[in-house]
């Protein structure tokens, strides 16, 4: 790493005043860098992503409707009241239902997907494309169209039930049903994504070494099993770091399939917090939870880079 | 040593396996798409009748009312602007905090710089409210900016770190002549890092701009007036509008995400690396 | 062990021939290299034998059986890459009982097998090892050690050295050579090297173009080479090339160079009056001072000492012609250098075609 810092050590070769100048010169230079460069990024950073954070912290404590300044103290007891929601804890299941079912669907698809593609048959550049796509789009989009998809009476999923004789199927109004139907919609999103890293990671496997155990004698089972898969670990922990993060974000694409219902039973924390912290200004509660989604989230991410990704 | 042996030695049945299962996940893939598209073509009756095929009739002007119509375009160009402002703002302050992270050795600079990492580690979902009251007390309430802001300020932990690991990799020579050529950190960085920064800035532009156009819960909540919306509230605003006319419905999606299609299929290569690349540095 | 038997063997791909027709016969234990500059199909020739490329035309039979339709497993060879290959993911340990595990050999055997195989190779501190934990000569031996384990029919090299430091390449040919002669495995060893195929091998295959130019013991190669070819491609440093035409001087055969240096020809060089030839003199051949034989002089122009011998390049004929003398040859810039070069030792090719007369 290039640190410039190296010319503030005037060498003797240098005249000595010259010496002297561009010592000044290259302090006054680096605070004037220090000066620019950092607070805009600094100031952006505080202002809108640190202190929201931890006055999320301290609205939780209070019950506030967001004008003037909260007065209420109520102590914890907004996450009291949180964790006795049946709602809330709806949406707590949902989202580790979310984070353990489109890991056990996404990772062997997006595995099984990535070996395929790595064959050169034509079209594999089409495919990948394809497979890709709906990643690009926004959620909500994927989720409005899904919810045409499943509508019982104009959707494809009707079309195909009726087709077969049965009765238009209500899928996104049964509150046992609904929540596997979005889980659809997640896999459908993001096994493209989740493909690419795959790719990227077989790429990194060393063609010489699946040769060597060609030689020694490996069926193509026996290869996948014990040369790529191993080799892939660093893949699949970055693959499921994504879904667990992303699982937790959910939102966008909820919120045109049920809008959390019907009965809460597709709720997640970020919807949850929408409904009942924004739509009715609890501004309190509604930082609770997002206090409770930030804890989850950040012993996530340190726990999980120390524990799995330690060698990455 | 090419590969091309290996296409050569493949059986028929393999083959065979492989473009059935591949085929049959890009139908997944596609078919909701492509009768989403279609749909916009046929009358509700149509739909309900014949959801798969082509129109019995093409009815245009589902399409043609929505592109002839005000907020379709009104709502593309907010998304635009917001998308615009939120890249140029994002590559300025990011490259620059960058750049000192990765040539000036100051004190508390890994702190600071973890500082930025937290940034990574929790989505803005979990401070929308306070950031709401934030917003609100700045005035930036149903302004762009009230969007614009809080997206770069979220963006800045993962692009500050790809532009420093950037910077870092550029060769030390180059710095080393052109101190010796006399050259300030300022100058240095409008003049080098920056022109030899390309790469990077096509990575991080779209990893920002992708985010901005297609965010939804932070539009949600800093606007109020439907003038000011971008496409993904227009179409739920639309849907809660027209409610079961679903040919509508399904002609104002395709129009709203034809362009991010067009511009996938257009620049592919570049997006689905700065898509990924973003993911694997992290 | 098994001897392996190519008959016209031909590589295409798509329309380009890359192996034109090879055939070659390859002894029960003998160590066969197979040289040539890049690009020349020699890896590919040894992939087709592996099983890892497909065989367009010919047969190739190992033990005397045809083995085109065969695995590599079936094969029963065994391959050392170039990069190794070693499994990264596994010790040294499982990376050289991996091919016994897969055939389903029970656990107290592979380890008997490994450590056999380890103490051989002296690796057996280093069995929990993983790959990237080991230097470039450790993971040589492992690559071997994988090899060896197995006790194949034929083992396969493919430019195993290139990857290593010039010290520890001559090292490692000599534990090779040692392995060679304890275990008499049928070896087929790949290389640009014509130094380690000298060194290294029973029988020397030379190919150019997908095709063999000559093969031959290392001492045929260097004394008789078949052509122009592989004249200049055996021997370090190269024989120097000097055109000439084909003259009679005191009733013997020579030739004369352009400089009208008339250099004498054995007897029984099949050459002809006035035909346009190349001749090869080699360095080590060229003996200063008068002696028996051609005289030779010309202006020194570059002294290159190595220590135990220097290399003085003259001039001759226009051309810069390479000798080496004794370490303690006086050699001097600009000096006059005077050698002589015996007619027997003086090579001659056909200037068109390259064939050797």
């Known amino acids: 790493m290039a640190n410039i810092s190296v010319l503030s050590t005037p060498s003797a070769a240098r005249p000595a005043r010259r010496a002297a100048n561009s010592r000044s010169s290259v302090a006054h230079d680096r605070l004037t860098v220090l000066l620019i460069f950092l607070p805009p990024a600094l100031l952006l950073f505080t202002l809108f992503v640190i202190m929201p954070m931890g006055e999320a912290a301290w609205y939780s404590l209070y019950k506030w409707n967001g004008y003037g300044t909260p007065t209420e103290f109520i102590g914890l007891r907004n996450f009291q009241v949180l964790f006795r929601n049946a709602a809330f804890t709806q949406a707590l299941f949902n989202n580790g239902l979310i984070i353990v079912i489109s890991i056990c669907i996404q990772v062997p698809l997006a595995i099984w997907l990535a070996t395929m593609l790595a064959h050169r048959i034509p079209g594999v550049v089409g495919y990948r494309l394809i497979f890709f796509l709906p990643y690009v789009l926004a959620d909500v989009a994927a989720g409005l169209i899904w919810r045409f998809v499943y509508d019982g009476d104009y959707g494809l999923f009707a079309a195909i039930s009726n087709f077969f004789g049965f009765a238009n199927p209500y899928v996104l109004a049964d509150k046992d049903l609904a929540i596997y139907a979005i889980l659809g919609v997640i896999v459908w999103k993001y096994f493209g994504f989740h493909m690419m890293l795959f790719i990227a990671g077989l790429q990194s496997v060393d063609k010489s070494v699946l040769e060597a155990a060609e030689i020694d004698g490996a069926t193509g089972w026996q290869k996948f099993r014990y040369v790529t898969l191993p080799l892939l670990g660093s893949t699949l922990r970055l693959s499921i770091f994504f879904a667990v993060v992303g699982s937790l974000q959910l939102f966008d694409m909820i919120m045109p399939l049920t809008g959390g219902g019907p009965s809460n039973s597709t709720q997640t924390m970020v919807t949850f917090l929408f409904t009942y912290g924004v739509m009715r200004m609890q501004v309190g509660l509604g930082s609770a939870v997002g206090v409770v989604l930030f804890v989850i989230c950040v012993t996530l991410a340190f726990g999980y880079k120390r524990i799995f990704m330690r060698h990455d | ?282 | 062990m098994a001897s392996v038997e190519l008959n016209d063997i031909r590589k295409a791909y798509g329309a380009v021939d890359v192996i034109h027709g090879i055939s070659l016969h390859i002894e029960d234990g003998e160590f066969v290299a197979l040289v040539g500059p890049s690009g020349c199909g020699k890896s590919t020739l040894l992939r087709m034998i592996a099983g890892l490329e497909e065989i367009t035309d010919g047969e190739i039979a190992i033990g005397g059986n045809v083995v085109n339709a065969m695995t590599p497993r079936e094969r029963n060879i065994a391959m050392v890459f170039q990069s190794y290959a070693l499994y990264p993911h596994m010790t040294v340990a499982e990376n050289m009982g991996f091919n016994l595990k897969l055939a389903g050999v029970a656990k107290p055997q592979i380890e008997a097998r490994v450590s056999e195989a380890a103490r051989m190779l002296d690796l057996a501190t280093l069995l929990d090892r993983k790959p990237a934990q080991l230097s470039g000569g450790q993971r040589q031996r492992v690559a071997m050690g994988r090899a060896i384990v197995r006790n194949p029919a034929v083992f396969l090299f493919d430019e195993p050295l290139s990857n290593l430091d010039a010290k520890l390449r001559v090292q490692m040919r000599s534990e090779i050579k040692t392995l060679h002669q304890k275990v008499r495995t049928t070896s087929i060893y790949v290389t640009h090297d014509q130094i380690e195929a000298m060194t290294l091998a029973d029988r020397i295959v030379v190919l150019n173009h997908g095709k063999v130019e000559q093969q031959g013991t290392p001492l045929e190669l260097y004394r008789k080479p078949a052509n122009l070819f592989v004249a200049a491609f055996i021997g370090s440093p190269a024989m120097n090339m000097l055109d000439g035409t084909v003259d009679g001087v005191n009733g013997e055969p020579a030739a004369r160079l352009e400089d009208g240096t008339a250099i004498r020809l054995a007897p029984d060089r099949k050459v002809k009056a006035g035909q346009a030839v190349t001749v090869g003199l080699r360095p080590e051949h060229l003996i200063p001072g008068i002696a028996a034989g051609t005289p030779l002089a010309g202006r020194t122009m570059l002294v290159e000492p190595t220590g135990a011998q220097t290399h003085v390049v003259f001039d001759l004929a226009g051309q810069q012609v390479t000798a080496i003398v004794d370490g303690e040859y006086p050699a001097r810039y600009g000096a006059v250098f005077e050698a002589s070069i015996a007619s027997d030792q003086v090579h001659v090719f056909d200037r068109g075609s390259g064939v050797a007369l």
């Open chain 2, 1 to 282: 040593m090419t590969d091309m042996s290996s296409s050569v030695r493949m059986r028929t049945s393999t083959r065979i396996y492989l473009y059935v299962s591949l085929s049959l996940i890009a139908a997944i893939v596609l078919v909701p798409l492509l009768t989403t598209a279609l749909g916009g073509f046929k009358t509700l009756g149509d739909l309900r009748t014949n959801p798969f095929g082509l129109p019995t009739e093409w009815q245009w002007t589902n399409y043609t009312d929505i592109l002839f119509g005000e907020r379709y375009w009104l709502q593309i160009g907010n998304s635009l602007i917001i998308a615009a402002l939120t890249v140029l703002l994002t590559l300025i302050v990011s490259s620059m905090a960058a750049f000192a992270f990765a040539h000036v050795r100051f004190f508390g600079s890994s702190f600071l710089l973890n500082y930025f990492l937290l940034g990574l580690m929790f989505p803005a979902a979990t401070a929308i409210l306070p950031l709401f009251i934030r917003i609100r007390d700045l005035g930036l309430l149903n302004t762009y900016w009230g969007v614009v802001l809080p997206q770069v300020a979220f963006g800045l932990g993962m692009s500050i770190l790809l532009f420093r690991n950037y910077f870092r990799n550029l060769p030390e020579e180059l710095f080393q002549a052109a101190f010796v050529d006399g050259c300030g950190y300022m100058r240095f960085f409008w003049h080098i890092s920056l022109p030899l920064s390309r790469p990077i800035v096509a990575t991080v532009s779209i990893i920002s701009f992708v985010g901005s156009w297609n965010s939804y819960i932070l539009p949600l909540i800093m606007l109020n007036s439907e003038s000011k919306y971008p496409w993904p509230l227009g179409i739920m605003v639309y849907r809660g509008e027209y409610g079961t006319d679903w040919q509508l419905v399904l002609a104002f999606i395709t129009l709203t995400i034809l362009p991010t299609i067009i511009v996938f299929f257009v620049a592919q290569r570049h997006i689905i690396a700065g898509l990924t690349a973003g993911a694997v540095k992290s």
